[in-house]
Nanobody, 122 residues
Framework: QVQLVESGGGLVQAGGSLRLSCAAS????????VAWFRQAPGKEREFVTA????????SYADSVKGRFTISADGAKNTVYLQMNSLKPEDTAVYYC???????????????WGQGTQVTVSS
């Protein structure tokens, strides 16, 4: 059973930065895509970004391009999400997820973390 644990969320002012971490229980990154999703109150869970471990390919939602960066450290089995120039509309619970293929839809991912809250004040 793969386990994912997110950390790094918190409260930050608009324009600030946060770095989220997603630590996996085992070496899944050689076989899986790892994605970040977010869910704001009353809204559906939405794709933020994803990375393929083997090829280093990445994908970003238009709303975060140029502000967020996803990266991975195989030695630590950890994926990071660096978030800069944060906006109030980035406020959400952020989840990491792992799946055998890339997709924009949450249903395609097999493993999920518990989520970490990010709140951006104006």
């Amino acid at each position: 059973q793969v386990q994912l644990v997110e950390s790094g969320g918190g409260l930050v002012q608009a324009g600030g930065s946060l770095r989220l971490s997603c630590a996996a229980s085992g070496p899944i990154f050689s076989r899986y895509w790892v994605a970040w999703f977010r869910q704001a109150p009353g809204k559906e869970r939405e794709f933020v970004t994803a990375i393929s471990w083997s090829g280093g390919s990445t994908s970003y939602a238009d709303s975060v391009k140029g502000r967020f960066t996803i990266s991975a450290d195989g030695a630590k089995n950890t994926v990071y999400l660096q978030m800069n120039s944060l906006k109030p509309e980035d406020t959400a619970v952020y989840y990491c997820a792992a799946g055998s293929r890339f997709a924009f839809t949450p249903a395609a991912y097999d493993y999920w973390g518990q989520g970490t809250q990010v709140t951006v004040s104006s």
